[in-house]
């Protein structure tokens, strides 16, 4: 199993003079942990299942390629990117310049946009449309990235996209192309876009986790696509607890995720600008879990 670092929370002791400098601890701390991927939020303000909407929020890109050169071995992505929230031709170039730049270390993580996107999209200008066309727009989104991955340049015509030339160069490092994961567990369009298009799925770890597992693997069956080949990710609190007072139910709990399927676990870890939260689940966590 492995374990990414997702990083949630921008306040920092000194305020935003120290952001980077914390970021840039963090990151490095967490890559000589053990940890396989660092991921960021792609929201704009701060969502309230964190902390009030005012507090600090860094863009997503623009922290993964501080990310970047702040690493050189973990994985890097969004948790996940409203697929409205940029041009299509945009989010691919992005990505593949994250790509290029880290040394083929991008993953594209990308979902519909969730409801609670609404406030911080109007605040901002930027599109929230209602429900089925985010979903329409997250399928034609990711068929404009991997037309951009391919060895095509030429045009895509979709009912919300156009694009008259699909040019990208330089190419992506990774090959065929950065993995994808699309984010969200919705069982009738989600999970079968996942069976469709993605490489990875990230789910919440909910009780129904399971079932969400069997209705991917049926709509694997559908499409004609094996369902092992999908990594499946769900985003759970990494809280090694006060003086690693939690290790062992954590430990138990990625146990479980390993019994039913699950191959890699995202999540936040509290107090992770301090470090030492960070370096017991390197020494505890990380290498008990590598194996299941």
Avoid at 123 to 144: D, S, Y
Avoid at 147 to 165: E, V
Avoid at 211 to 222: I, T
Wanted: with cysteine.
């Amino acid at each position: 199993m492995r374990l990414g670092l997702a990083i949630a929370d921008f306040t920092v002791p000194g305020g935003p003079p120290a952001i980077a400098g914390v970021l840039r601890s963090v990151a490095a701390t967490a890559e000589e942990a053990g940890f396989s991927r660092i991921a960021v939020m792609d929201h704009l303000w701060q969502v309230p299942a964190v902390a009030p909407v005012e507090r600090e929020m860094l863009e997503a890109y623009t922290t993964l390629g501080f990310l970047a050169g702040a690493t050189s071995r973990v994985e890097l992505l969004t948790l996940v990117t409203a697929a409205g929230y940029r041009a299509p031709g945009l989010l691919a170039k992005a990505v593949t310049t994250l790509d290029v730049l880290s040394g083929g270390r991008a993953w594209l993580g990308i979902g519909a946009g969730a409801g609670f996107n609404a406030g911080e999209a109007h605040g901002l200008g930027l599109p929230h449309p209602p429900a089925a066309e985010r979903f329409e727009r997250l399928e034609e989104t990711v068929q404009i990235c991997l037309q951009m991955w391919s060895d095509s340049d030429a045009p895509y015509t979709g009912t919300h996209y156009r694009l008259g030339r699909t040019l990208n160069s330089p190419q992506a490092l990774r090959r065929p192309h950065p993995p994808i994961l699309i984010g969200g567990s919705g069982e009738k369009k989600t999970l079968r876009l996942v069976a469709q298009h993605a490489d990875a799925c990230n789910l919440f770890a909910s009780p129904d986790l399971p079932r969400r597992l069997d209705v991917l693997r049926a709509h694997c069956a559908d499409v004609g696509r094996d369902y092992d080949e999908i990594e499946k990710t769900v985003l759970y609190p990494l809280d090694p607890g006060r003086g690693g007072a939690n290790i062992n139910n954590l430990i138990s709990q990625l146990n479980y995720f390993a019994d039913i399927g699950i191959d890699s676990v995202y999540g936040p870890v509290p107090h992770a600008d301090q470090l030492t939260p960070l370096q017991l689940l390197g020494r505890h966590v990380i290498p008990a879990v590598a194996g299941l």
